[in-house]
């Protein structure tokens, strides 16, 4: 049976994990691919993510109705295949029916925060810095392991955050092509 194309292709991580890296480089080694960004939206949903997840966190309640038009669109399009930095894997139940292979990127929560203070806190005073590492502690790592327990198990693939960028993709790249 030949495989349907595009193949849509979904990256998770928490944030810091390296998902909008990742999907940048899919893209340069994946011919023929266009990339959706989650960040590039502004969607209804919960006012306090914390408090969402505390709440059981269910992706649903995110309208992601640009997101999925926009992959329609994407999906009449003679490409091979459209990459989602996406943190929801098969769990929103609109977006599941669209995606074919879910990867979540398993960085070390220490690795990805590390990451998030470089990226976040350049050029930003250190009371910034200070002060987001506090609210990381008192509710911002609820999270980050929501996410290990919920998007995690529901990845067809999961591979290792600590590995090079270019092992990362070629792994990730190995595992469509042996799908297809």
Do not use: C
């Not at 969607?43 to 329609?72: A, R, V, Y």
């Amino acid at each position: 049976m030949k495989r349907k194309f595009p193949i849509v292709i979904a990256i998770a991580a928490v944030s810091g994990g390296g998902k909008t890296t990742i999907t940048s480089n899919l893209k340069g080694k994946l011919q023929n691919s266009k990339t959706l960004f989650f960040d590039d939206y502004d969607f209804d949903g919960p006012d306090d993510i914390i408090d969402w997840i505390d709440n059981g966190g269910n992706p649903d309640e995110w309208d992601l109705s640009p997101l999925i038009k926009d992959i329609k669109k994407l999906l009449n399009e003679p490409l091979d295949y459209i990459i989602l930095d996406f943190p929801f894997a098969y769990l929103h139940s609109k977006t599941s029916e669209f995606i074919d292979f879910a990867v979540f990127v398993d960085t070390p929560l220490d690795v990805a925060m590390a990451r998030r203070i470089i990226r976040d806190f350049k050029d930003r005073p250190a009371e910034d810095i200070l002060l987001d590492l506090d609210n990381y502690i008192a509710r911002g790592r609820r999270g980050y392991l929501g996410m290990l327990k919920t998007i995690k198990p529901n990845s067809d693939l999961i591979v290792d955050g600590t590995l090079p960028i270019s092992e990362i993709v070629s792994i990730i790249t190995r595992n469509i092509v042996n799908k297809e």
